[in-house]
């Protein structure tokens, strides 16, 4: 059994498959071997192996190994393993194999997941029968970043035969499933952010902002108040450098809202943005102030610390149940200058005015805040959203109309919604800029975006850049928009008179001409005789003699204007109140038509009905 070995002679072997698989090693071995390392000695027979076997399992992917590799498949493939070499030989081609087949292994794994991290690169659009299936949650959110992804580079990484909008619905689709909200929201999110900001933003608003506390300067200071609430285990930081009076509160082992402090009046719980418009507003110590949308009272109060108790602040409310935090709050914290009243902000100047300034918290849609209020992610749509633009533009004037064009240290309006729609924002400003005699100034806040001045299909008034944009994803406090406008003129402008035409004389003969053209084929019958039911002939050549509106809102009709320029009766004030208008009917028409022989009051609508008759 085995081989028979005389240990008196020794065979001198030749190089075995380890070694002639490894030839040339020793010369790749040298370019990373360096005199320094090895020093002046020269390597020994053991250590050049130790370096060899060492250099081949640390750098696996050298071109001998792979070389050694496919002739060792090539020998297997055309002879078998020859019985040659000794024991000693054997097993070491055992533990060779062995490693040679784990390194093999190893490097099929590498290729696979190479192949498999290119393939994930490519990102594509589902087919439809794969849209069916249910994915769970974070197969979702993956695909949402790999779709932002391609589009972001969508030149180079989209798929062929695929338009960038098939792309965007997928993406809206998985947005509305992932974070619950209603397509028209995403529509409108993706409006307003690029791609790469829209992920932070919806994430923003899955995290509820950090608790923030005002200081009452009317009744402490700052370090005081905080040395207070960490002696009672509050964690608190100063709120920013924009702020000096605002605190914001990390975690509390006693109720923020029921200490002694809050009781006492030495602070009030309030959100960063709402110390914004009152900043911007920068109210004067003595100055009359409105707010007219005061509950529950945070930005009133804010008012009356800053203006030092002094002066006359009226806080109005139109829902008379929400005064009553109104009113708690002004207790409470000790303000002594502001008087509660309860009237619709539409209606104030009928009720007073001449105001220094004027903060107006207008009404919103809230999309703003959605951390605070969830529910708005599936209950506004665009009903809702051009519901509240029409109040805040009834309310805007309103406030300008409240607004001293003359005051001596103020006439100042801040405008601001926790909103971040254009159509809540930029629209009603712009809108409020056409209609008033206000124009834009600097809010005064160092930070924050800058408001559109173009934004899909409106185009607004250059220096709306001066309002002020806030984010939850940039700012980290609730979307925001604050704008500050100044009044320069108490005249309410009105339309222009149009050479003393009134609205329905200056667009008769564009209905007129409208009508035609829609009657083409019928315009053969207005050239006709129209016989009456005398049977007389009446030829139409114009428009009749109708009511003209005076700048003074009365009305005459021409024919007894004539009258009384004919007899004499009337005086030379009354001739120089009536309009060109009525001068050029009157000399141009040289016999006026008799009453008897009108068609009626409003000829147009009679006219209109006999044509269809034909």
Not at 240 to 268: N, Q, R
Request: glycine content about 6%; hydrophobic content about 35%.
């Amino acid at each position: 059994m085995g081989r028979k070995l005389d240990p008196s002679k020794k065979l001198k072997k030749g190089p075995g498959k380890k070694t002639r698989k490894q030839q040339g090693a020793e010369t790749e071995l040298a370019k990373f071997i360096t005199d320094e390392d090895t020093g002046s000695k020269r390597l020994s027979s053991r250590a050049r192996k130790r370096a060899v076997f060492f250099f081949f399992f640390y750098l696996q992917l050298l071109p001998i190994e792979r070389a050694a590799k496919k002739e060792k498949k090539q020998k297997k493939s055309k002879a078998p393993d020859s019985d040659e070499d000794d024991d000693d030989e054997e097993d070491e081609d055992d533990d060779e194999e062995e490693e040679e087949q784990e390194s093999d292994a190893d490097m099929d794994e590498e290729d696979e997941l190479k192949t498999n991290i290119d393939e994930e690169d490519k990102f594509r659009l589902p087919k439809p029968e794969e849209g069916l299936l249910p994915l769970d949650l974070k197969a979702i959110y993956q695909r949402i970043k790999d779709n932002i992804d391609l589009l972001c580079n969508f030149s180079t990484k989209r798929e062929e035969g695929k338009d960038r909008a098939d792309y965007i619905s997928l993406l809206k689709k998985d947005l509305c499933t992932y974070y619950s909200y209603n397509e028209f929201l995403i529509e409108k999110f993706m409006d307003l952010f690029p791609l790469s900001e829209l992920v932070d933003f919806l994430e923003a608003n899955e995290i509820h902002r950090p608790v923030t506390i005002r200081t009452n300067t009317l009744k402490t200071r700052r370090r005081d108040l905080a040395q207070a609430l960490i002696n009672r285990g509050v964690n608190l930081d100063p709120l920013g450098k924009w702020s000096k009076v605002g605190l914001v509160i990390y975690d509390s082992s006693v109720p923020i809202g029921a200490t002694p402090e809050y009781l006492a009046g030495h602070y009030m719980l309030q959100g960063a943005s709402s110390f914004l418009p009152v900043m911007a507003l920068s109210p004067q110590e003595g100055e009359l102030v409105l707010d007219m949308s005061s509950a529950p009272g945070g930005k009133t109060t804010y008012i009356a610390q800053l203006m030092r108790n002094t002066g006359v602040i009226v806080a109005n409310d139109a829902n008379a149940e929400r005064l009553k935090s109104v009113v708690g709050n002004i207790h409470r914290l000790g303000v002594t200058n502001t008087v509660v009243c309860n009237y619709d902000g539409r209606e104030f100047p009928k009720v007073m005015g001449g105001f220094d300034r004027v903060l107006l918290d207008a009404p919103c849609s809230g999309t703003g805040v959605i951390a605070k209020d969830p529910a708005v992610k599936t209950s506004k749509d665009e009903v809702d959203i051009n519901r509240c633009a029409h109040l805040q533009k009834e309310l805007i004037l309103s406030a300008i109309d409240s607004v001293n064009a003359d005051s001596p240290s103020g006439g100042y309006l801040v405008y601001c919604t926790c909103s971040i729609t254009v159509e809540e924002n930029e629209w009603v400003v712009d809108y409020a800029l056409k209609k008033r005699n206000v124009k834009l100034v600097p809010t005064g806040l160092d930070f924050g975006k800058e408001g559109f001045t173009n934004f899909k299909k409106f185009r607004f008034h250059p220096t709306l850049r001066l309002t002020r944009r806030f984010y939850s994803h940039s700012h980290n406090m609730d979307g925001f928009f604050v704008a500050k406008l100044k009044k320069f003129s108490n005249i309410i402008p009105t339309a222009p008179p149009g050479n003393g035409k009134s609205f329905c004389h200056s667009f008769m003969p564009t209905f007129i001409m409208i009508f035609s053209l829609s009657s083409l084929s019928n315009i053969s019958v207005t050239k006709k005789a129209i016989i009456n039911s005398q049977g007389k002939k009446e030829l139409h050549t114009g428009p009749k003699k109708a009511k003209v509106a005076k700048m003074d809102g009365e009305t005459v009709k021409g024919t007894e204007a004539k009258k009384a320029t004919d007899d004499g009766k009337a005086s030379k004030a009354d001739t120089k109140e009536g309009s060109r208008f009525e001068k050029k009917q009157a000399t141009k028409r040289k016999t006026p038509m008799k009453a008897k022989n009108r068609m009626g009051k409003n000829k147009f609508n009679k006219l209109k009905h006999m044509l269809q008759k034909q």
